[in-house]
């Protein structure tokens, strides 16, 4: 598909639109549906070649369900059961966030306890945007959901600071689109942006798209990323 005017090849010597009449096309930063599946794949294999730590489980993908009847199109990436332990974070007491004081000490845990944060990540492709988005829930292991306060005990520092700085643009609450359940979320307003600077001198842009942007949204949310899912994927 062109990046510019959305063209869909449908053959190897067919010519889009905008070659025809010479125009040189210039990617948006954007990722079409089908490029969000081609680069979900690309993702699922690179984690199950690289060295990941022991803590995360991988990443899998889950079918939409249309009618009961599970799409082979459309879907989202997931990884769930992953283990914070709280112990070696804290923020201080204030009534709002300007001037927290955080002791950032994130630490992945390989099982549950009962000082464990259990996180669920999913990334669902955001038609609106036209980019990936970050939703995400915790809760304590015995099933009690976490609210916006105590999941930022568990962000970094940096983090901290932005989401104190705009606490309802950075980290939002809206419905998953696909479990109908309300998710805390990433806004994706400025995704394209950046990854426009991220992978405009690489090739096969869809491909390595999912595991350039999870390189840097993990670290928004405190996920660790290995560096190698990215770098020569």
Same mark, same amino acid.
């Given at each position: 598909?062109?990046?510019?005017?959305?063209?869909?090849?449908?053959?190897? !010597?067919?010519?889009?639109?905008?070659?025809?009449?010479?125009?040189?096309?210039?990617?948006?930063?954007?990722? $079409?549906?089908?490029?969000?599946? %081609?680069?979900?794949?690309?993702?699922?294999?690179?984690?199950?070649?690289?060295?990941?730590?022991?803590?995360?489980?991988?990443?899998?993908?889950?079918?939409?369900?249309?009618?009961?009847?599970?799409?082979?199109?459309?879907?989202?990436?997931?990884?769930?059961?992953?283990?914070?332990?709280?112990?070696?974070?804290?923020?201080?007491? !204030?009534?709002?966030?300007?001037?927290?004081?955080?002791?950032?000490?994130?630490?992945?845990? &390989?099982? $549950?306890?009962?000082? %464990?944060?259990?996180?669920?990540?999913?990334?669902?492709? $955001?038609?609106?945007?036209?980019?990936?988005?970050?939703?995400?829930?915790?809760?304590?292991?015995?099933? =009690?959901?976490?609210?916006?306060?105590?999941?930022? =005990?568990?962000?970094?520092?940096?983090?901290?600071?932005?989401?104190?700085?705009?606490?309802?643009?950075?980290?939002?609450?809206?419905?998953?689109?696909?479990?109908?359940?309300?998710?805390?979320?990433?806004?994706?307003?400025?995704?394209?942006?950046?990854?426009?600077?991220?992978?405009? &001198?690489?090739?096969?842009?869809?491909?390595?798209?999912?595991?350039?942007?999870?390189?840097?949204?993990?670290?928004?949310?405190?996920?660790?990323?290995?560096?190698?899912?990215?770098?020569?994927?």
């Amino acid at each position: 598909m062109c990046d510019v005017c959305r063209w869909t090849y449908q053959g190897r !010597s067919a010519v889009c639109p905008c070659s025809a009449m010479g125009v040189s096309p210039v990617w948006d930063g954007t990722l $079409s549906p089908d490029g969000f599946n %081609a680069s979900a794949a690309a993702l699922i294999k690179r984690w199950k070649e690289i060295e990941v730590d022991d803590s995360l489980p991988d990443w899998t993908w889950k079918p939409c369900c249309k009618l009961g009847v599970p799409s082979e199109e459309e879907g989202y990436l997931a990884l769930e059961g992953v283990y914070h332990s709280c112990e070696g974070s804290q923020v201080e007491e !204030s009534n709002d966030f300007d001037g927290a004081d955080v002791v950032a000490d994130d630490t992945w845990v &390989q099982s $549950s306890s009962d000082a %464990a944060h259990v996180y669920d990540f999913h990334v669902v492709y $955001s038609y609106s945007y036209k980019v990936p988005v970050l939703y995400f829930q915790a809760h304590l292991a015995g099933g =009690q959901l976490l609210t916006l306060d105590e999941i930022k =005990q568990d962000l970094p520092s940096n983090s901290f600071k932005v989401l104190s700085d705009s606490k309802w643009t950075f980290i939002t609450r809206e419905e998953h689109p696909h479990l109908s359940r309300p998710w805390f979320t990433l806004h994706p307003c400025a995704t394209s942006d950046w990854m426009k600077l991220l992978l405009e &001198q690489t090739k096969e842009q869809s491909l390595q798209y999912l595991p350039a942007w999870l390189s840097v949204v993990g670290q928004a949310v405190g996920l660790k990323i290995p560096p190698e899912l990215h770098c020569n994927s």
